[in-house]
């Protein structure tokens, strides 16, 4: 277990202070994903059924929150014709495309733990199962990451919502994507204030592989 939160805190730490120092989205993204795999650590370090469940449900969260953020940098990716668009890319993409811009700035304020998000929701009953098992210095940690994140994903979301537009052209997005990104816009909203069916469900499936011979 000291090797688990070990690894947490180092996940949470690296990967939050390297995304901050990022221009390229693709890296800040990846760099959050190590951060983001700290918090699922912290609830699988708490060894208990709410603790497992709490981790699937924000594993789940995550897939979410991190598919609506790459979903629009690639749709971004596409209309500068570069596999890595910078933060510069991103100028003016609410001018652009109302609704992706929109989708983003879901997406970062989910993976940032912004109420009333899937994002928030899932650090909470993480760190609420962690709490209960005693491992107070991680959730304090795991909060002051959170905190320093916002300042990566804000300086994406400055860059769509007050920058101009290099290209006032709109952007285009296929269909299909925009209905990607409507039915991901509905689950990071809908999954934060109404959780209790997939924790119930994770809850239930743990306790069925527990109590197996």
């Not at 939050?16 to 699988?44: F, M, P, W």
């Not at 970062?108 to 929701?121: D, E, N, R, Y």
């Not at 290209?167 to 816009?185: D, I, Q, R, T, Y």
Request: proline share 5%; glycine share 8%.
């Amino acid at each position: 277990m000291v090797t688990l939160g070990t690894l947490a805190f180092i996940s949470m730490t690296l990967g939050n202070c390297v995304a901050l120092v990022q221009h390229d989205v693709k890296r800040l993204l990846a760099y959050s994903t190590i951060a983001q795999a700290g918090y699922i650590l912290v609830g699988l370090l708490s060894a208990s059924a709410d603790g497992y469940s709490s981790s699937f449900f924000y594993s789940l969260a995550y897939i979410l929150m991190n598919s609506g953020a790459f979903l629009v940098t690639c749709v971004v990716a596409r209309s500068v014709d570069r596999d890595n668009p910078g933060l510069s890319d991103f100028d003016g993409l609410a001018d652009r495309s109302p609704f992706m811009a929109l989708v983003l700035l879901l997406s970062l304020l989910s993976l940032a733990g912004i109420p009333p998000l899937v994002g928030f929701t899932g650090k909470w009953i993480l760190f609420s199962a962690a709490m209960n098992r005693g491992h107070w210095f991680l959730v304090l940690w795991g909060v002051l990451n959170s905190v320093v994140s916002l300042f990566y994903y804000l300086t994406l979301v400055k860059h769509a919502y007050l920058e101009k537009p290099k290209n006032p052209a709109p952007l285009f997005v296929p269909l299909s994507l925009k209905f990607l990104g409507l039915a991901l816009f509905f689950a990071l909203v809908l999954l934060g204030i109404f959780p209790n069916a997939v924790i119930t469900f994770a809850q239930q499936s743990i306790l069925a592989a527990t109590l197996k011979p």
